[in-house]
């Protein structure tokens, strides 16, 4: 015999435990919606107590890659909710299996709230000076959802940690 459920009861979803992912480098929105094959809407976080760091060595992009360490920095960027079999599609794109990132929980700060979402993280410690193409692509991301100093974001904006 079927449970009644009170017609206020909200119906269970995946949405409901969907993980939230931050974004803080060259993944933009709209490259995340090409990577897991749907539209994400993102909306502006930061992560207090972050720093991003530009580590190891992309072919793609000719430079170092976004990163977050620990430190007396905040760190903009954006999050959007995604699927455990999305964050599986961009561990690929992410060189999990090859050991270029991993994934990490970190605290961010949504409107008012403090959340948890899914970061990827370099594994490399060696710095490396990110290459032109690749900071334009990060204060994209970034300028999607924030301001900078006086306007958009720029690559100016972005220290070189």
């Given at each position: 015999?079927?449970?009644?459920?009170?017609?206020?009861?909200?119906?269970?979803?995946?949405?409901?435990?969907?993980?939230?992912?931050?974004?803080?480098?060259?993944?933009?929105?709209?490259?995340?919606?090409?990577?897991?094959?749907?539209?994400?809407?993102?909306?502006?976080?930061?992560?207090?107590?972050?720093?991003?760091?530009?580590?190891?060595?992309?072919?793609?992009?000719?430079?170092?890659?976004?990163?977050?360490?620990?430190?007396?920095?905040?760190?903009?960027?954006?999050?959007?909710?995604?699927?455990?079999?999305?964050?599986?599609?961009?561990?690929?794109?992410?060189?999990?299996?090859?050991?270029?990132?991993?994934?990490?929980?970190?605290?961010?700060?949504?409107?008012?709230?403090?959340?948890?979402?899914?970061?990827?993280?370099?594994?490399?410690?060696?710095?490396?000076?990110?290459?032109e193409?690749?900071?334009?692509?990060?204060?994209?991301t970034?300028?999607?959802?924030?301001?900078?100093?006086?306007?958009?974001?720029?690559?100016?904006?972005?220290?070189?940690?």
């Open positions: 015999m079927p449970v009644p459920v009170p017609a206020s009861a909200a119906p269970f979803t995946s949405e409901l435990i969907m993980p939230l992912l931050f974004s803080y480098g060259s993944n933009h929105p709209k490259q995340l919606s090409e990577r897991i094959g749907r539209r994400v809407k993102g909306a502006p976080a930061f992560a207090p107590g972050m720093c991003r760091v530009f580590r190891g060595w992309s072919q793609r992009w000719e430079g170092g890659v976004a990163s977050l360490e620990a430190g007396a920095c905040t760190t903009f960027g954006y999050v959007a909710k995604v699927t455990e079999d999305e964050l599986r599609i961009l561990d690929q794109y992410e060189g999990i299996a090859s050991g270029n990132y991993r994934r990490s929980t970190v605290k961010v700060t949504v409107g008012a709230e403090e959340k948890s979402a899914i970061a990827y993280i370099a594994t490399s410690r060696k710095k490396s000076k990110p290459s193409a690749y900071l334009e692509a990060v204060a994209l970034i300028g999607t959802f924030w301001s900078g100093e006086g306007g958009p974001v720029r690559v100016r904006d972005i220290p070189i940690r």
